[in-house]
């Protein structure tokens, strides 16, 4: 079962494990490096880079695929960083089910309760809960205009409380973790031994605690808070309160998969703390030696010679501002031009080079089917050559996706294809050349369609135009248009101070310019666009938006 874990946290689904009572992890084949326990199961053909091991590892899963991918914590817009993130986990989710045949059904915890969510929902003046609804649709719209899939369920901490409490009496049952006199639970990280650290070896020494801190050991990390005057809480075995964030992940994980996690991906901030106190909490509550057997984590956007992109540090942009200038398809080119494990930089030029790539993509295809059309004169084709480059590109292309999802890779190999398509398409001369290769080129869009479409990319709609200018941009071009046809029916009916005879010549002659500027209209109102010709201009309105802004020769 491929279970995957996302940025912040809930999983790639599995249907249910009713409940949250510890269960047997499922069988695995022997201890191999730091420890791991290969599963036993099916081998996709994937090799994955694995945190817990620091190599390269045969993705191997069970009979069902389920992964889980992060849910935000709803406090705030999300920015680009985080889209980065999403976006790339999204290209592993659909190379994953549309190329290695993984049935990935998904799930997404929304953590909507939280220290930023009350401390931001008290600066507004509305309720945490508002909060929380609001921003949760707003990452909800976010996602969808990034053409990130949806999940096929969301999950929230506050419609799971009974099962977070369920999840912690059994820590303390199990002797890992203890409540304290002002009602708070803390799990012992000192009972977990040399078992802690399995990401990132030896742990970070903790912060210094406060003088009235009630942990008994400052490592200590929180599984339920006492509540506060005035923040929302829950009533517990231990007095009202609320559950620390790591505790929120390994519940619903654990309420969905049960004992056994395939993978679990998130930003490499989140290896520790939160990755490995998740670790700690679901093999200690499951009582297993490995609850999660694959860890992905993706690298961060960076400001150029900035740092992270975070909004601590102001220097973010929002989605929302993003999209008004590049389109989803361009960004998602951009995530897949470096390895989804590295640190990559933003820049405006960086967004350009792969708008650029699309769009000479675009072009390529264009010219092909022009070719295939016998629109294109072109020199003799070699087809043998194209074949053979086809069959190199799709094996290159999945070779490379099977190596921990090498996308810049995988684009390279794509666009190598699109140049050897160019060459043999650029020998133009003035008439065709003998017979065409309709085959071959059909073969090749066809593949790079399939491929763009598999990683959520959609080429026709690089023709148009992104952000809030598109609607402006349309109408200069009806415009152009439209005064085009005007001079052209102007010229039709000009015939200056002639004979009769000779004007009824020239009207004849150039009846076929008016017919042609008769059809323009006619085709122009079958996509919504009205001209009418009235004397010496003609005007144009788009049908059902009268406006008079749009008068040319008025």
Same mark, same amino acid.
């Given at each position: 079962?491929?279970?995957?874990?996302?940025?912040?946290?809930?999983?790639?689904?599995?249907?249910?494990?009713?409940?949250?009572?510890?269960?047997?992890?499922?069988?695995?084949?022997?201890?191999?490096?730091?420890?791991?326990?290969?599963?036993?199961?099916?081998?996709?053909?994937?090799?994955?880079?694995?945190?817990?091991?620091?190599?390269?590892?045969?993705?191997?899963?069970?009979?069902?695929?389920?992964?889980?991918?992060?849910?935000?914590?709803?406090?705030?817009?999300?920015?680009?960083?985080?889209?980065?993130?999403?976006?790339?986990?999204?290209?592993?989710?659909?190379?994953?089910?549309?190329?290695?045949?993984?049935?990935?059904?998904?799930?997404?915890?929304?953590?909507?309760?939280?220290?930023?969510?009350?401390?931001?929902?008290?600066?507004?003046?509305?309720?945490?809960?508002?909060?929380?609804?609001?921003?949760?649709?707003?990452?909800?719209?976010?996602?969808?205009?990034?053409?990130?899939?949806?999940?096929?369920?969301?999950?929230?901490?506050?419609?799971?409380?009974?099962?977070?409490?369920?999840?912690?009496?059994?820590?303390?049952?199990?002797?890992?973790?203890?409540?304290?006199?002002?009602?708070?639970?803390?799990?012992?990280?000192?009972?977990?031994?040399?078992?802690?650290?399995?990401?990132?070896?030896?742990?970070?020494?903790?912060?210094?605690?406060?003088?009235? =801190?009630?942990? *008994?050991? &400052?490592?200590?990390?929180? /599984?339920?808070? #006492? $509540?506060?005057?005035?923040?929302?809480?829950?009533?517990?075995?231990?007095?009202?309160?609320?559950?620390?964030?790591?505790?929120?992940?390994?519940?619903?994980?654990?309420?969905?998969?049960?004992?056994?996690?395939?993978?679990?991906?998130?930003?490499?901030?989140?290896?520790?703390?939160?990755?490995?106190?998740?670790?700690?909490?679901?093999?200690?509550?499951?009582?297993?030696?490995?609850?999660?057997?694959?860890?992905?984590?993706?690298?961060?956007?960076?400001?150029?010679?900035?740092?992270?992109?975070?909004?601590?540090?102001?220097?973010?942009?929002?989605?929302?501002?993003?999209?008004?200038?590049?389109?989803?398809?361009?960004?998602?080119?951009?995530?897949?031009?470096?390895?989804?494990?590295?640190?990559?930089?933003?820049?405006? =030029?960086?967004? *350009?080079? &792969?708008?650029?790539?699309? /769009?000479?993509? #675009? $072009?390529?295809?264009?010219?092909?089917?022009?070719?295939?059309?016998?629109?294109?004169?072109?020199?003799?084709?070699?087809?043998?050559?194209?074949?053979?480059?086809?069959?190199?590109?799709?094996?290159?292309?999945?070779?490379?996706?099977?190596?921990?999802?090498?996308?810049?890779?995988?684009?390279?190999?794509?666009?190598?294809?699109?140049?050897?398509?160019?060459?043999?398409?650029?020998?133009?001369?003035?008439?065709?050349?003998?017979?065409?290769?309709?085959?071959?080129?059909?073969?090749?869009?066809?593949?790079?369609?399939?491929?763009?479409?598999?990683?959520?990319?959609?080429?026709?709609?690089?023709?148009?135009?992104?952000?809030?200018?598109?609607?402006?941009?349309?109408?200069?071009?009806?415009?152009?248009?439209?005064?085009?046809?005007?001079?052209?029916?102007?010229?039709?009916?000009?015939?200056?101070? #002639?004979?009769?005879?000779?004007?009824?010549?020239?009207?004849?002659?150039?009846?076929?310019?008016?017919?042609?500027?008769?059809?323009?209209?006619?085709?122009?109102?079958?996509?919504?666009?009205?001209?009418?010709?009235?004397?010496?201009?003609?005007?144009?309105?788009?049908?059902?938006?009268?406006?008079?802004?749009?008068?040319?020769?008025?």
């Amino acid at each position: 079962m491929l279970r995957t874990l996302g940025t912040r946290f809930g999983p790639w689904l599995l249907p249910g494990t009713p409940g949250l009572a510890p269960g047997p992890c499922r069988k695995v084949s022997g201890a191999r490096g730091q420890g791991w326990l290969q599963p036993v199961g099916h081998d996709t053909g994937v090799k994955v880079y694995n945190s817990l091991t620091r190599r390269k590892d045969p993705l191997i899963v069970g009979s069902a695929d389920a992964a889980s991918c992060c849910g935000p914590t709803v406090y705030d817009h999300a920015h680009l960083g985080h889209a980065c993130s999403y976006v790339r986990f999204d290209i592993i989710r659909r190379v994953l089910t549309r190329v290695f045949g993984c049935n990935i059904i998904m799930v997404m915890g929304i953590t909507d309760v939280d220290d930023k969510i009350i401390k931001r929902a008290n600066e507004m003046n509305i309720s945490p809960a508002s909060l929380a609804n609001l921003y949760e649709e707003d990452f909800k719209q976010d996602m969808a205009a990034l053409k990130v899939l949806p999940p096929t369920v969301y999950l929230r901490v506050t419609e799971n409380i009974p099962q977070i409490i369920s999840f912690i009496e059994g820590i303390i049952a199990n002797g890992h973790a203890y409540s304290t006199g002002k009602g708070n639970v803390y799990f012992d990280l000192q009972s977990r031994g040399e078992k802690y650290g399995k990401l990132v070896g030896v742990a970070p020494s903790p912060g210094a605690e406060p003088g009235d =801190s009630d942990k *008994r050991h &400052a490592s200590d990390f929180a /599984l339920w808070k #006492a $509540a506060k005057p005035q923040e929302m809480f829950w009533a517990s075995p231990w007095g009202n309160g609320r559950p620390g964030w790591h505790i929120e992940c390994s519940t619903i994980s654990s309420l969905v998969f049960g004992s056994q996690l395939d993978i679990h991906s998130g930003g490499i901030d989140l290896a520790f703390p939160h990755h490995e106190n998740e670790i700690a909490q679901c093999e200690v509550f499951h009582q297993c030696n490995q609850w999660g057997n694959y860890f992905l984590h993706s690298g961060h956007l960076h400001m150029k010679g900035e740092g992270k992109m975070s909004k601590s540090l102001k220097n973010y942009i929002a989605i929302k501002d993003f999209l008004k200038t590049f389109s989803p398809d361009t960004f998602r080119l951009f995530c897949m031009r470096s390895s989804y494990r590295s640190a990559v930089d933003y820049s405006s =030029s960086s967004m *350009r080079e &792969a708008e650029h790539l699309l /769009l000479a993509t #675009a $072009a390529f295809l264009e010219d092909a089917r022009a070719y295939m059309k016998g629109q294109l004169a072109s020199g003799p084709i070699r087809e043998d050559i194209l074949w053979e480059r086809l069959s190199h590109t799709k094996a290159a292309v999945k070779a490379t996706l099977a190596d921990d999802f090498d996308t810049p890779g995988a684009v390279d190999a794509i666009m190598d294809l699109i140049h050897h398509g160019n060459r043999q398409l650029k020998a133009v001369t003035k008439e065709p050349g003998g017979p065409r290769s309709p085959a071959v080129f059909g073969s090749i869009i066809s593949y790079i369609e399939q491929f763009f479409e598999t990683v959520g990319i959609s080429l026709g709609d690089q023709q148009s135009v992104s952000g809030d200018s598109s609607s402006a941009t349309l109408h200069s071009v009806v415009e152009e248009l439209v005064r085009f046809r005007l001079k052209v029916r102007q010229f039709a009916l000009a015939t200056g101070e #002639a004979t009769r005879e000779t004007r009824r010549q020239q009207l004849l002659e150039r009846q076929p310019l008016l017919e042609a500027c008769d059809s323009l209209r006619q085709d122009l109102a079958a996509h919504g666009v009205s001209i009418k010709d009235r004397s010496s201009t003609s005007t144009w309105e788009l049908l059902g938006q009268r406006s008079d802004d749009h008068k040319p020769g008025s």
